[in-house]
């Protein structure tokens, strides 16, 4: 019997794009940055009701399903105005090849600039295939082979932005808001393999060309209240850093807005790494809503031995609730002793990393989509993004070895712990 022949087309992988992702798309399409459109061939986004279907479930206006109304018939006028619109348009564009010969030819001409000058006549002419590029050249007293080289070259450099702008979309897939600087470390070996040659700089210009370039945000909100009756701790941490990972644990709390009241997400951080050890979504400010945050950290960790809690001095880190899980295991308590957020400098800047470069400062109309991008948020945050004081290691990276000493900005040099 003859065997039978079967062919399995390759299907090309799905791409899959974070909540953070989808809902900045909106953002700058409900803001009138750039129209579907533009932000499909900026995101190089797939079928042309992806963002619409985006803006049907996360934009703010409505965006009701159009309805085909059939094909209209054929008006023999109306067929007759077409006809004369597409020779006027013709026309036109014949009448602006020659005055950009015009503008280009009578343009002060440098000694840097005369070739690309020269380069840029003969292809805007060519293009409309009225005139040979044999006959430009020779008006310009330029060689065919001058001309192809600089093409070769121009086209080599769109080739080499290109690829550059596809890979850093698909780390801004996940992490849409991380800096340029972080890109360009991250991408550096891709970059290499691929044959791309561009440098920080040069990528910085790429980005700002692209409009892919982020801005800082500044939002703050005080959640903690440490005008309470309840024991206070000494601050066991003050001009010291640790020296390893499970050493130092920082917590605070940062408020999510909902449209119509607040959510509050309570944070536990290994000071080493920078990793996120534990976390809680609640309504409230609660203490058995940051003993929940703890007792995940807890149920993670295999030694606790020699580890400290330092938090600020909030009701809720003081109660018998939470103080008294910490003293079970043996957990040394450590408090500022002042206001000032760089008491807590790590914590608060986790905070600020997670609304400003995941996007949880934005106004959330569903709970449990908020859980959902929280999650990836987080997980994001932990395996993806680097960081400068690990020394360029994500998170979960710093947290498996001991031995890099944290980078610091101190001028003066801290004791480890």
Request: with cysteine; charged share 25%.
């Amino acid at each position: 019997m003859e065997q039978l022949k079967i062919t399995v087309k390759a299907t090309k992988p799905q791409k899959i794009f974070s909540e953070v992702f989808k809902k900045q798309v909106v953002r700058e399409f409900e803001e009138g940055l750039l129209n579907k459109d533009q932000l499909q061939r900026k995101y190089s986004l797939g079928g042309n009701s992806t963002v619409l279907k985006w803006c049907r479930k996360y934009g703010k206006f409505a965006y009701p399903q159009k309805k085909s109304c059939g094909r209209p018939m054929k008006d023999p006028q109306k067929q007759r105005i077409k006809e004369l619109e597409a020779k006027l348009k013709a026309a036109e564009q014949k009448l602006k090849v020659y005055d950009k010969l015009i503008e280009i030819t009578n343009r002060e001409l440098t000694p840097g600039h005369h070739k690309k000058n020269r380069s840029q006549v003969v292809r805007e002419l060519a293009t409309q295939k009225e005139i040979s590029i044999s006959a430009v050249c020779r008006q310009l007293g330029y060689s065919k082979q001058a001309y192809y080289k600089s093409l070769q070259h121009t086209r080599h450099k769109s080739c080499v932005k290109a690829r550059a702008r596809l890979q850093v979309l698909s780390i801004r897939r996940h992490l849409p808001r991380l800096g340029t600087r972080k890109l360009h470390y991250l991408l550096a070996n891709s970059f290499s393999e691929h044959g791309v040659r561009i440098g920080r700089d040069a990528l910085f210009k790429l980005l700002r060309e692209e409009n892919l370039l982020v801005g800082k945000k500044k939002r703050y909100t005080k959640t903690t209240n440490s005008k309470h009756w309840m024991r206070k701790y000494p601050d066991l941490v003050q001009g010291k850093i640790p020296g390893k990972p499970q050493q130092l644990w920082v917590a605070d709390i940062t408020y999510i807005a909902m449209e119509e009241s607040f959510s509050y997400l309570h944070l536990i951080t290994d000071a080493y790494s920078k990793k996120i050890v534990g976390y809680h979504l609640s309504d409230d400010l609660s203490a058995e809503a940051s003993l929940q945050a703890l007792k995940m950290a807890v149920g993670q960790s295999q030694c606790l031995s020699g580890l400290i809690h330092h938090s600020d001095r909030g009701l809720q880190y003081c109660s018998s609730l939470y103080t008294s899980l910490l003293e079970s295991k043996n957990v040394a308590i450590s408090m500022t002793q002042t206001g000032s957020p760089y008491d807590n400098a790590v914590a608060e800047r986790i905070n600020g990393i997670l609304k400003d470069e995941f996007a949880l400062d934005a106004v959330f109309t569903d709970k449990q989509q908020l859980i959902v991008q929280l999650k990836q948020s987080v997980a994001a945050y932990n395996t993806k993004r680097p960081h400068y004081s690990n020394h360029m290691l994500t998170p979960v990276q710093m947290h498996q070895q001991q031995a890099l000493n944290p980078k610091t900005c101190r001028t003066k040099k801290a004791q480890e712990l």
